[in-house]
């Protein structure tokens, strides 16, 4: 199994080597008593992870998901809090499936996703591992949902970035940056269908996000909210026709001037945030 990790980081062309690896190593595995050691039986699991992310790097998403699958019905059978990696590596076969199969089973995609996130829900404050593989369990199941016109899917893509997003500045509050460009990707999904769904919200969204010290004084983060708002401000200055008294009207401008205040509120954070 270790030789199949090495030769994924070789490159391409070494990916049939380490599917051949994984292979051996599998088959080496299921030769032992398995039952009578869950660390055993974690090790083959991991080897079908493994196996299962090298099929992907040589684009056999098929396989991948079938690797995979495999994986997650070795790893769930064991007894999850006994060892954190058990718990760590059934999620991640759990959330590279979900994304193996958003291009075609997004329903599915989305209940794999979710099963990850129940598992990782009293644990994502524990240890900077299990937030990681939360926030991508996260990605997952908000693209999973194709959000468009609909109400309850919006909210429930909202509900589920705020979330990942609090876990993520829980972290930095400790001085963990390592899931930043995590959330980053998180926070821009975010603000994404705030635009797009509920710009009356997106200031809020933003400047909440951006509460956060290191966040704020982060260039990256600064950037992706000030463009977030600027492009939501752009869509409010279409030609449109505002009514006195009309709920429609009445919100398109509350909404402008949030945006507004919140524009200026991060101009000013960024005049004086410390330099690079």
Not at 143 to 158: I, K, R, Y
Not at 193 to 211: D, G, I, K
Request: include cysteine; glycine fraction near 6%.
């Amino acid at each position: 199994m270790n030789r199949g990790n090495a030769l994924q980081k070789i490159g391409t062309e070494s990916l049939p080597s380490a599917i051949e690896a994984y292979n051996r190593a599998i088959a080496l595995f299921c030769t032992l008593p398995l039952p009578s050691d869950p660390a055993l039986g974690n090790h083959l699991g991991a080897a079908w992870l493994n196996r299962g992310h090298a099929l992907l790097l040589a684009n056999q998403p098929v396989s991948a998901a079938e690797s995979f699958e495999e994986a997650i019905g070795q790893l769930e059978a064991l007894p999850l809090d006994a060892n954190p990696h058990y718990r760590l590596n059934l999620c991640g076969a759990q959330v590279n499936l979900a994304h193996v199969l958003l291009g075609t089973e997004p329903a599915r995609a989305r209940t794999v996703a979710q099963a990850a996130l129940t598992l990782l829900a009293e644990v994502e404050r524990s240890h900077p591992a299990f937030a990681e593989m939360g926030l991508r369990a996260r990605r997952a199941f908000v693209m999973s949902l194709g959000v468009d016109q609909e109400q309850s899917l919006v909210s429930a893509a909202t509900d589920a970035i705020e979330a990942g997003l609090g876990v993520a500045q829980h972290w930095e509050n400790q001085g963990v940056i390592a899931l930043r460009p995590l959330a980053l990707r998180l926070f821009r999904l975010g603000a994404q269908l705030y635009r797009t769904h509920q710009p009356h919200f997106l200031a809020e969204f933003v400047l909440e996000t951006l509460s956060t010290p290191t966040l704020a004084a982060d260039a990256e983060w600064r950037t992706a909210a000030e463009e977030a708002v600027t492009l939501a401000l752009l869509d409010l200055q279409e030609p449109r026709t505002f009514s006195v008294g009309d709920t429609a009207s009445e919100r398109a401008l509350e909404t402008l001037r949030s945006l507004r205040a919140a524009q200026a509120e991060l101009a000013a954070r960024g005049r004086s945030a410390p330099s690079a």
